[in-house]
């Protein structure tokens, strides 16, 4: 059964910072990994798609890498601003199709 | 639609009703999924549709929830005899095919009190 982890659990930041999210899987057969944020109360707002044949995306100041033979992906934010404070939740597709969520990293900035 | 739309957007039942919950893709989309959200945790995988067929319902907890798409596009879940375990966020994505990109709604509260 695929197990989705995401370290930190919680991260806060001063505004401006570089920052980095990770996200690790036990089933490297995936088909992509893809990356939402979370608001609260809100739904999820997809980020980034990795596909499993590629390495990375990158879309403004985000930028998302993978490496399925150890199983871990990282979300790279640049320049850190209040407005990215949000849970960051990444998600694998496997065999069946279905998304595997992880528990999310909730990420504040400061201003 | 421009985007996944979900309703009711909160529903409040009393433990032991009957309720619906109405999921609406984004048009053109084959695949569509229901996930369940309870506070502090990752989406949970309820159900998976491709086309009007339910290709994956494993996640689907015991038989009081069922799930319908008789057409392909909007899809419906269903619930029976609500318990107060049932409460959560209920969400809805849709993707164009299996392995593409997934859209999310904005997910339906419900509270069984």
């Known amino acids: 059964k695929q197990e989705v982890t995401q370290i930190p659990a919680a991260l806060s930041v001063p505004e401006g910072e570089n920052l980095v999210l990770n996200c690790s899987f036990t089933?490297?057969?995936?088909?992509?990994l893809q990356w939402f944020r979370q608001d609260p109360g809100k739904g999820l707002t997809s980020l980034l798609l990795?596909?499993?044949?590629?390495r990375e995306q990158t879309s403004g100041r985000l930028n998302a890498s993978l490496d399925k033979s150890s199983g871990r992906s990282t979300l790279y934010i640049a320049a850190s601003q209040p407005g990215d404070s949000a849970t960051y939740l990444c998600?694998?597709?496997?065999?069946?199709?279905?998304?595997?969520f992880g528990k999310g990293t909730k990420l504040s900035v400061i201003p | 639609g421009a985007g996944v739309s979900q309703t009711p957007s909160n529903k409040v039942t009393e433990k032991g009703k009957y309720v619906e919950l109405r999921c609406d893709p984004i048009?053109?989309?084959?695949?569509l999924y229901w996930y369940r959200q309870s506070l502090g945790q990752g989406p949970e995988f309820l159900i998976y549709?491709?086309?009007?067929?339910?290709?994956?319902d494993s996640g689907l907890p015991n038989d009081r929830f069922f799930a319908v798409r008789p057409e392909g596009s909007v899809s419906t879940l269903k619930i029976q005899r609500t318990e107060r375990g049932d409460s959560a966020v209920y969400l809805c994505?849709?993707?164009?095919?299996?392995?593409?990109?997934?859209?999310f709604g904005q997910g339906t509260r419900l509270t069984v009190v």
């Open positions: 994505a849709s993707s164009l095919k299996g392995v593409t990109e997934a859209f």
């Open positions: 089933d490297s057969a995936i088909y992509n």
């Open positions: 990795i596909q499993s044949s590629q």
């Open positions: 998600a694998v597709v496997a065999g069946s199709y279905q998304l595997t």
């Open positions: 048009s053109g989309h084959t695949a």
């Open positions: 549709f491709q086309g009007t067929g339910a290709a994956d």
